[in-house]
């Protein structure tokens, strides 16, 4: 078994404890590997390793290895903020987006996405933190944002995704994923239907699980530290 692979194997079953812990069904939650800064050969890796569904922040980097690994079956998702110039590959490219945080993206991934796709599954990233410096929208203008997504024809509002910032301890780390689980559930009041939180990485997954995320974001845990220098 490759180092990959062991990885994979115990992050699983440390997600299946966490899960049971929280008297949660194991198949409530899918691992997403964040494969940024890792080759090709690695995501393949994992694949062999029984991994399907791979995260990316960085387009160019993304596009290689989508490119790559036509050969395989992938889900892929791209996970780091969008900006105006990445909207077109993201549309034509990925199966999910978790980072729009702005309606002229959404309305842009939307115009963009091929019709032989099937919509583009969005998660809107709040900035549960309410720091100013920090990618998300905040949540007084989350309602309008979720109403706008779940209106435009190419598109499947999904959920809600955050990045909060890193803390130490169980309570500490629950706080701001409670605070998104509990925005989704207000928004849905308003006639959303949405069902997923993407949230949870690999120094809090635990916290996310007590707090119902649905799609953990695991990187350094499977693949270790990675160096991003060059990619864009």
């Known amino acids: 078994m490759t180092t990959i692979a062991k990885n994979l194997h115990a992050i699983n079953l440390a997600i299946a404890q966490g899960m049971r812990l929280a008297n949660r069904h194991k198949d409530a939650i899918q691992l ?3 494969s940024k800064g890792v080759s090709a050969a690695s995501v393949r890796e994992a694949h062999q390793a029984g991994q399907r569904a791979f995260g990316e922040n960085y387009i160019q980097e993304a596009l290689n290895k989508i490119e790559l690994l036509r050969d395989l079956s992938l889900q ?11 909207t077109q590959a ?5 199966a999910w987006a978790h980072g729009v945080d702005r309606s002229k993206i959404a309305e842009r991934l939307s115009a963009q996405r091929p019709a032989d796709l099937p919509p583009l599954n969005v998660c809107i990233q709040v900035n549960v933190d309410e720091e100013a410096s920090k990618s998300g929208i905040m949540s007084d203008n989350l309602l309008d944002l979720a109403r706008t997504v779940a209106n435009l024809p190419r598109l499947k509002l999904r959920g809600l995704m955050c990045i909060p910032a890193p803390t130490e301890g169980l309570e500490n780390q629950r706080i701001p994923f409670a ?8 928004i849905n009041t308003h006639g959303l239907a949405m069902d997923t939180l993407s949230m949870g990485m690999s120094h809090d997954f ?9 799609i953990m974001r695991i990187g350094t845990a499977i693949f270790g530290k990675r160096s991003y220098e060059g990619t864009q």
């Open 32 to 34: 997403l590997a964040v």
């Open 206 to 214: 635990n916290a996310a699980i007590l707090e119902g995320a649905t």
């Open 90 to 94: 993201i549309a034509a490219h990925f």
């Open 179 to 186: 605070k998104l689980r509990e925005l989704l559930q207000e």
């Open 76 to 86: 892929w998702h791209f996970i780091g903020p969008i900006q105006g110039n990445k």
